[in-house]
């Protein structure tokens, strides 16, 4: 069993829908969230991190986190077609060195907005 | 500012042959990594570099996978005697500290034939 599960999708939604992505994992240590987009041919670009439990904000996004149920959400409103891309789930341990250098990913859930 | 590059951005051998992938870090980050993304698979960590040592190697494969960064820059993925279960893309980051935000370069695609 993989420590992070996300469904691959394809998720395909109309303009201006409430988008609501999501991932399990199974390792306790997992500290550190964060929610990449991935466009076709490029590297993953940060969306938005945590550090806890509770619920992020950042214009259209939405992160939550739930370390209780290790459960974790994105959510998009107002999508746009601009939003069409993989989004991947990721997250990391306290490493040895004091950070989180050592992420790891869901597999990416691939989100098409129709216009 | 340039952001993290990488080259080349497709890379083409045959089976058993030598490969070397390069990333250039955005100036100024001290921590890089590369990860290696399988089709329809997320990034999978490989190693991480704190200047010019290898902090974590614990996610290469096997020994056929070396990767260096001798003057704490450039650093470069080495691959010996490749078996076709080593195509995928790799990917290169970089952080202004080990524990910043990892900022992604474009990848290279290995195919080995």
């Known amino acids: 069993q993989k420590e992070v599960e996300q469904d691959p999708g394809p998720l395909s939604v109309p303009e201006g829908a409430i988008v609501s992505l999501n991932c399990t994992y199974s390792?306790?240590?997992?500290?550190?969230f964060m929610w990449y987009r991935q466009y076709s041919r490029k590297g993953p670009e940060l969306l938005m991190y945590?550090?806890?439990?509770g619920n992020k904000e950042d214009g259209r996004f939405t992160a939550q986190v739930d370390k209780s149920s290790k459960y974790i959400s994105l959510f998009i409103r107002d999508s746009q077609p601009s939003d069409s891309a993989t989004y991947l789930c990721?997250?990391?341990?306290?490493?040895?060195?004091?950070?989180?250098?050592?992420?790891?990913f869901g597999t990416g859930t691939k989100l098409q907005v129709i216009p | 500012g340039a952001g993290v590059s990488q080259t080349p951005s497709n890379k083409v051998t045959e089976k058993g042959k030598y490969v070397e992938l390069r990333c250039d870090p955005i100036?100024?980050?001290?921590?890089l990594y590369w990860y290696r993304q399988s089709l329809g698979q997320g990034p999978e960590f490989l190693i991480y570099?704190?200047?010019?040592?290898?902090?974590?190697d614990s996610g290469l494969p096997n020994d056929r996978f070396f990767a260096v960064r001798p003057e704490g820059s450039v650093s470069t993925l080495k691959i010996q005697r490749t078996e076709r279960g080593d195509s995928a893309v790799y990917l290169c980051?970089?952080?202004?500290?080990?524990?910043?935000?990892?900022?992604f370069g474009p990848g290279t695609r290995l195919t080995v034939l």
């Open positions: 980051a970089s952080s202004s500290s080990g524990a910043g935000t990892q900022y």
């Open positions: 945590t550090y806890s439990s």
């Open positions: 990721a997250m990391s341990a306290r490493g040895v060195w004091g950070g989180y250098q050592k992420v790891t």
């Open positions: 390792n306790s240590a997992f500290q550190y």
């Open positions: 100036s100024g980050h001290t921590a």
């Open positions: 570099f704190q200047g010019t040592g290898a902090a974590d």
